[in-house]
């Protein structure tokens, strides 16, 4: 039986938090628990799941607020590319830019890199990394459904000009999106509505503009 995706938009940035889960073990993972903690804790309990774990497409912090909460209340692991560390290192820091009440960082108890796959009980998660948000943004495939992070949105694409960012390297991993993902895939960002692959390389100017340069090249 095919997973199922709750959303819950958390936080002054809008945030999309996700809950993974297999409904009939009712195992479930969070995917940027970003802020709201107690939010998303209740959606745990009326939907009677049984969290497994919390992995993060990337580090910025209106994406890991919650977790620390998260990992207390259910003593569950974190994972994390180890690439971000440098941006969760500025958590804190971050926080006070912007005015916001931090809170603690949380503990990373898996730092991943080369893997290909991750698995919680019945809830397989195949790995592509994605950097140029940030320099280790992942996104994770799970079935049919993708979180992009904040790597691509509907109409538009991760901004670069924060510490980490790289728009030349956001570009080859937006290429990578569109030669290794299904088309008909239903893509979950970081921030707004759900996409498809298809519909952004059609309607995206971002998309279209470097399938347009690599249709140059090949000409």
């Known amino acids: 039986m095919s997973i199922q995706v709750s959303t819950v938009i958390t936080g002054p940035f809008q ?53 620390k909460a998260i990992q207390d209340k259910y003593r569950i692991p974190f994972y994390l590319h180890q690439d971000e560390k440098m941006i969760l290192d500025t958590f804190e820091e971050s926080c006070r830019t912007f005015g916001l009440a931090s809170g ?26 994605t950097p140029g948000h940030t320099p280790g943004g992942t996104t994770f495939i799970i079935e049919d459904q993708v979180f992009a992070g904040d790597t691509l949105f509907k109409g538009s694409v991760g901004r670069t000009d924060l510490p980490g960012g790289s728009w030349q390297v956001l570009e080859s991993s937006l290429m990578k999106l569109m030669e290794n993902i299904d088309p ?36």
């Open 184 to 219: 008909s895939y239903t893509i979950h960002s970081g921030h707004g509505p759900i996409t498809t692959l298809e519909d952004e390389m059609k309607e995206n100017p971002f998309l279209i503009s470097l399938i347009n340069r690599a249709n140059e090249q090949l000409a």
């Open 15 to 67: 945030e999309n938090t996700f809950i993974v889960f297999h409904p009939e073990s009712r195992e479930a993972i969070f995917i940027d628990p970003g802020d709201d903690a107690d939010r998303i804790m209740h959606q745990i309990n009326v939907s009677e799941l049984k969290p497994l774990g919390i992995i993060n497409t990337h580090a910025h912090m209106d994406h890991i607020g919650a977790v």
């Open 104 to 129: 603690r960082s949380p503990h990373v108890d898996h730092w991943y890199k080369d893997e290909k796959s991750i698995s919680f009980g019945n809830v397989t998660i195949n790995l592509l990394f």
